[in-house]
């Protein structure tokens, strides 16, 4: 994403700010009777599991891409490894509504991106990113880039949640890591869906956060802290909600068709007549991590998580999905603006901003056709094509040299030299990674459990192996 024609720049970075005032008046369109609760939920089930059907995969597979319902978007790992400093998860959760289905939390639902553990990713100049801002004090959207967002962080924030200490930019920031994937969710003809963003960092500690997320939609941009509080994961599995600050409210995001949305006139104008960017800027969100030090050093590094089990569907369709650009907006307001939560923050200057663009598109069903793969993969690889720097942090060393490598030294893999043991065995015989349980254990005994001997640590793996 270093573009050097103006229709290269357009789709990308300015298609927020050509959706601004189409974003501010848009409004349904009248729709087909909704679908029975039963059947919109059993086309969840079959869009949840795409990344299990080798049919729907192989398309994406050809081009370069994985079908995940986990993204790894790590702003700090090891060479060669799954796990590092500063290490999240996201995933896409549909949010349950009300009680016609009773689940406990949101459904993961697909994301397509390069793959996982090689991370292909981009250097992008920052000032090449524009964020909509105004949404925090219910004013006019107006668009500025991420540099000016991030100087004058304080006036872009509904009401003071906390505390900043120092500059959340520097001159490392002349470029930040960049890298771009799709969101698939189940919408059939006639409906619209709750979701949100969900994000886990494994380093993040109640009231000791290790990443200041910014969640930017066509609607604005918002920040809030990562500090895996309840309150702002109700409603979803394995992390934190990002959410929409609507005038000191935080909402839930809600996407729609963009068939069945009424745009205002002038829209496709500021689109500079291409319909296809305006559909861009409406399906667009980032998704921007901003490391933060911490009190005290991670007490461990975690891998990223496996795919989480999802529900079923009723039946496998081969038949070709109805997918379309989806367009994204706020829902209703679930209570007040969490933000900072009284925290204090500071930038961690060894660890790189990370930007995720995301395009959201609308589907009936797991089977995407050869022309909507084309169309989808197009804007995912578009971030790669001109970038200052492209290629993995994580393997065959290409990473060397690049100004969003972390800098921070690998540690030995062992707490203690006598935990390799107890850890390798457990690996070997369950086949799962002694990290994954030291997770589970941690829920249980808390997060400063520490065990004394090779006793003890043999017995907590063994109270948590999956039978």
Request: glycine share 8%.
């Amino acid at each position: 994403m270093h573009p050097r024609r103006i229709l290269f720049i357009l789709p990308l970075f300015l298609c927020l700010d050509l959706a601004l005032h189409a974003s501010q008046a848009v409004g349904p369109l009248p729709l087909p009777q909704p679908m029975p609760p039963m059947e919109r939920w059993a086309v969840a089930d079959q869009v949840a599991r795409m990344p299990e059907l080798p049919d729907a995969v192989a398309p994406w597979t050809q081009r370069g891409l994985s079908v995940l319902t986990v993204a790894w978007e790590d702003t700090g790992r090891w060479q060669g490894s799954s796990v590092g400093p500063n290490i999240s998860d996201l995933t896409i959760q549909l949010l349950p509504e009300g009680q016609r289905r009773r689940v406990r939390h949101g459904w993961c639902m697909p994301v397509i991106r390069m793959p996982n553990f090689s991370d292909i990713t981009a250097d992008v100049p920052i000032d090449r990113f524009y964020l909509p801002v105004g949404n925090e004090r219910g004013q006019a959207l107006r668009t500025i880039t991420l540099a000016e967002y991030l100087r004058d962080f304080a006036l872009h924030q509904h009401s003071p949640t906390g505390r900043l200490r120092g500059a959340l930019i520097g001159p490392r920031d002349k470029v930040v890591l960049a890298s771009a994937q799709a969101a698939i969710l189940p919408i059939p003809r006639g409906e619209e869906v709750l979701f949100g963003p969900v994000l886990f960092n494994y380093q993040t500690r109640r009231d000791d956060a290790a990443v200041l997320a910014i969640l930017v939609t066509p609607e604005g941009s918002s920040a809030q802290i990562i500090n895996n509080d309840p309150q702002a994961s109700a409603g979803v599995h394995h992390g934190q909600r990002l959410y929409h600050n609507a005038n000191g409210q935080r909402a839930p995001l809600r996407a729609r068709r963009l068939s069945e949305v009424d745009l205002p006139a002038g829209s496709l104008a500021a689109a500079g007549g291409s319909a296809e960017r305006l559909a861009e800027g409406l399906s667009l969100v980032m998704v921007i991590q901003i490391p933060l030090t911490q009190q005290a050093l991670p007490r461990r590094q975690t891998p990223a998580a496996t795919n989480t089990a999802i529900p079923l569907a009723l039946a496998e369709s081969a038949r070709s999905a109805d997918v379309e650009s989806a367009v994204i907006d706020s829902g209703p307001a679930e209570g007040p603006w969490l933000g900072l939560q009284g925290q204090t923050i500071e930038r961690d200057w060894r660890f790189p901003i990370r930007v995720t663009v995301q395009y959201y598109q609308a589907s009936d069903g797991p089977m995407v056709s050869a022309e909507q793969v084309a169309r989808i993969s197009d804007s995912i690889h578009r971030i790669y094509r001109d970038a200052e720097a492209v290629g993995s942090l994580v393997v065959d060393g290409s990473g060397q040299g690049r100004a969003t490598a972390h800098q921070v030294n690998r540690q030995p893999p062992w707490p203690a030299p006598w935990w390799q043991g107890p850890c390798e065995a457990y690996t070997a015989s369950s086949g799962e990674d002694w990290r994954q349980a030291m997770v589970r254990i941690r829920s249980r005994l808390g997060e400063d459990w520490q065990p004394q001997n090779e006793r003890e640590l043999r017995n907590a793996l063994e109270l948590v192996r999956p039978r």
